[in-house]
């Protein structure tokens, strides 16, 4: 929730790195940034690792947003819990046995069979990690887009023109 050093009042926010070379000053009224979680994490990183470091012994892990997220999305419904986007849901889980399936194993082939293109393009867009992340601060959650605004306009022209 509070991953990025941020200034309220001026409404601006910055990633760790950022707010160093800013001296953790706000740029804009020259108070102090409120700092983040993540400013935090990496120094405490850089206190016990060289920069760079990867731990080859990690387990990996996988970034997942949920598939009623990408649903709605991909569709432009604000709700989650719209019933297009809960019967779509049903449709794809149904069908593949599982909602880690689908996110994780289904094929993009077998998808295009099951859903509609915009929806495999976002479930294609997780899988490959290109995703807009806009990071929480001071109070304020983050925020994962798959789509920009533009994309979303032009799918609803491809589709319904």
Do not use: W
């Not at 926010?13 to 979680?37: A, D, R």
């Amino acid at each position: 929730m509070y991953h990025f050093d941020v200034h309220r009042e001026c409404g601006v926010s910055f990633s760790p790195s950022q707010s160093k070379k800013l001296k953790n000053i706000c740029p804009v009224c020259k108070k102090p940034l409120t700092i983040g979680v993540l400013h935090r994490v990496e120094e405490l990183a850089e206190a016990n690792r060289p920069e760079g470091y990867i731990d080859t012994n990690r387990v990996p892990f996988k970034k997942l947003i949920e598939l009623d997220k990408i649903i709605a999305e991909s569709l432009n419904i604000k709700s989650r819990r719209a019933k297009q986007v809960q019967n779509e849901y049903m449709n794809l889980v149904n069908s593949f046995g599982s909602e880690f399936e689908v996110l994780l194993n289904a094929s993009e082939q077998d998808l295009e069979k099951i859903t509609l293109p915009q929806i495999v393009e976002g479930i294609k867009r997780m899988r490959q990690g290109r995703v807009i992340v806009r990071p929480g601060f001071d109070g304020q959650y983050g925020e994962i887009k798959i789509f920009d605004q533009d994309e979303k306009i032009n799918y609803q022209k491809t589709l319904f023109s």
